[in-house]
């Protein structure tokens, strides 16, 4: 399962010109408001067309500019969730989730309304109108509308960019669940790196209607090159984890290819897979082993590269036993340690410091 | 009510409501095609087409009832076409009111229709047809009833003006008793004769009372589904 995109698009004077592979797993399409991210989903939806290119979903040609006429958004069968929910208002709930079910392509595995509406919890909404339900729940019915119209893909235009802080991390779980149980790619556009970190699998990060960095995740939040662009107080590593145990005092502990970490209790069972993002703003480097310190993760690492920011700070990038981590330290802290490629030092990461918006199933 | 007015005043009543109904009934489909396109056809002419449904409300109506005579007269092209391959006269016939009530009252209902098109959001035919509805469907389940309010006041608009269409019909179909004396026309005609201010004055109310009871019932019809448009 994977789309391959390759467009370029005039609008005025904004130049669109992208190429791309998003596999299986959920692809983020990450850039600032104005980068393109939305005529890329668009175009990939049927509601925009390229000036030029190809678009294929496993190796169905949706567009393509030199062969003719493209499929009519109706025929892609890609559900696509939009920033702003999009329910009809004249329908109650219900009929918003089963509006697409009728066309679905024949053959597809149809999903039960009865098995996504729990999954996503709007059971109890089923007989409500759009206009009474809160952003949160209009943005969990348009994903289960979109869902239950069997798609090959799913396309998510900020799907929580309408909501607070605290909607997005009751949402978060919810996309998670989709991703694991859904089975099918996911592209999914956000200007918000916490929710990239949460869910992607593959990044694609966009600038001024170009392609700037495309891969997997781990690799793409760790790029020391990309740090300027992406703001550096988000820059952050993204670790994978499986969970060891949960200790009585309401820690848990983590195996990650480097050691352990002990992470707030975040409720998942021992054995699970969970991705953790570790601020690079939250890690304090030592030459030595720290004792008697109140942090209770130290990992030993090795500097692979150093960049200089505009300020008075550096970022780091460590590797520790196979895992990568980033660090953000003043310049004057660097030159009294002296921080350089192959240099051995300790990591010192906080317990608490590590939000929980920042641990997500793996 | 037959009891109060005289058996010419009904018939009048009678009539005018049996020609308001079918004129708005049968332009209803063409004006809701043509708002369409005036509100989303991208199409060399449109501005041509937005003159020609205006004309009607612009021009005297003796000047379009005469141009109706012109074209479907008897003896006209259109008329004798019309009367040899199906039979159909329209020229002093209540036929022909139909189609002078109708045409008068086409511009204020393709005006009320293209305002509904126009508030209707595209965005939500767009998730639509990403679900898979093709554009037949999303236009009946998604178009047609988010513009029903304005579908709704566009008819009664339409009916109300055709209820009291005078000169375009006097002009195309005459004024005859019991085949084309609408109430406007049995008004007049009542207002001719010694005596006849009695029958007038009952018919003027009859006309008010027929007004102010669809403009109740369009408020109605239109608060329904203004609340169900709004999804509470």
């Not at chain 2, 026309?185 to 004055?201: E, M």
């Not at chain 2, 019809?221 to 609340?227: C, D, F, I, Q, V």
């Amino acid at each position: 399962m994977s789309l391959s995109v390759d467009i370029a698009h005039r609008l005025g004077s904004f130049d669109l010109n992208v190429a791309f592979e998003a596999p299986a797993g959920v692809t983020a399409l990450f850039g600032r408001s104005g980068s393109g991210k939305t005529s890329v989903v668009n175009a990939v939806a049927g509601l925009m067309r390229p000036t030029s290119g190809r678009i294929a979903l496993n190796g169905d040609v949706l567009f393509d500019a030199k062969t003719g006429p493209e499929q009519p958004p109706h025929r892609r069968h890609l559900g696509y969730v939009f920033q702003e929910a999009r329910l009809f208002p004249h329908l109650s709930v219900r009929k918003n989730l089963a509006y697409g079910q009728r066309f679905a392509r024949p053959g597809a595995e149809r999903p039960d309304l009865k098995t996504i509406a729990d999954l996503l919890d709007i059971t109890p909404l089923l007989d409500r109108r759009p206009g009474t339900l809160s952003g949160g729940e209009r943005q969990r019915v348009a994903i289960g509308r979109a869902l239950l119209s069997a798609p090959r893909m799913l396309l998510m235009d900020e799907p929580l960019s309408a909501l607070d802080a605290a909607r997005k991390a009751d949402i978060l779980p919810y996309l998670e669940a989709v991703r694991d149980s859904a089975g099918i790619p996911i592209l999914y556009v956000s200007h918000n790196m916490t929710e990239v970190a949460r869910l992607a699998t593959t990044v694609v990060i966009m600038d001024a209607g170009r392609v700037v960095k495309a891969g997997p995740a781990e690799e793409v939040l760790s790029d020391l090159d990309l740090v300027p662009m992406l703001g550096v107080r988000d820059a952050g590593a993204l670790l994978q984890a499986t969970v060891l145990r949960d200790h009585d005092d309401g820690m848990t502990e983590l195996s990650i290819a480097g050691g352990t970490l002990f992470l707030p209790d975040m409720g998942l069972g021992p054995g699970s897979r969970t991705r953790v993002r570790i601020m690079a703003h939250d890690v304090i480097l030592a030459d030595h082993r720290p004792e008697g310190l109140s942090a209770l993760n130290i990992l030993h690492g090795r500097v692979i590269a150093l960049r200089d920011g505009r300020g008075p700070g550096v970022i780091v990038r460590l590797d520790c036993g196979g895992d990568t981590l980033l660090a953000r330290i003043t310049r004057r802290s660097a030159q009294a340690l002296d921080i350089a490629p192959g240099r051995e030092v300790w990591a010192v990461v906080k317990s608490v410091s590590v939000a929980r918006t920042d641990i997500g199933a793996g | 009510m037959s009891g109060w007015l005289g058996p010419a005043e009904w018939q009048a009543v009678a009539l005018s409501l049996k020609v308001a109904f079918w004129a708005t009934l049968l332009s209803l489909p063409l004006g809701v095609l043509t708002a369409l396109a005036l509100a989303r056809g991208r199409f060399p002419g449109r501005q041509v087409l937005n003159a020609l449904v205006h004309l009607p409300l612009i021009m005297p109506p003796v000047v379009t009832g005469y141009l109706l005579l012109l074209t479907f007269g008897r003896r006209a092209p259109v008329g004798e076409w019309l009367a040899e391959t199906f039979g159909l006269v329209l020229a002093f016939r209540w036929t022909g009111a139909v189609l002078a009530a109708g045409i008068m009252a086409f511009p204020l209902m393709v005006r009320a229709i293209r305002l509904a098109i126009e508030a209707v959001d595209p965005r939500l035919e767009q998730a639509a047809a990403t679900l898979g509805a093709p554009r037949a469907w999303v236009f009946l389940t998604v178009t047609l009833p988010l513009m029903a309010p304005g579908l709704i006041a566009g008819a009664v608009l339409a009916f109300a003006k055709a209820m009291g269409e005078f000169g375009a019909t006097i002009t195309f179909v005459s004024n005859i008793p019991g085949e084309t004396r609408t109430l406007p026309s049995a008004i007049y005609s009542f207002l001719q004769v010694p005596g006849g201010d009695g029958p007038a004055l009952r018919l003027v109310a009859v006309s008010i009372f027929v007004s102010l009871l669809a403009l109740a019932l369009s408020e109605l019809l239109a608060h329904r589904a203004a609340k169900r448009v709004a999804g509470r």
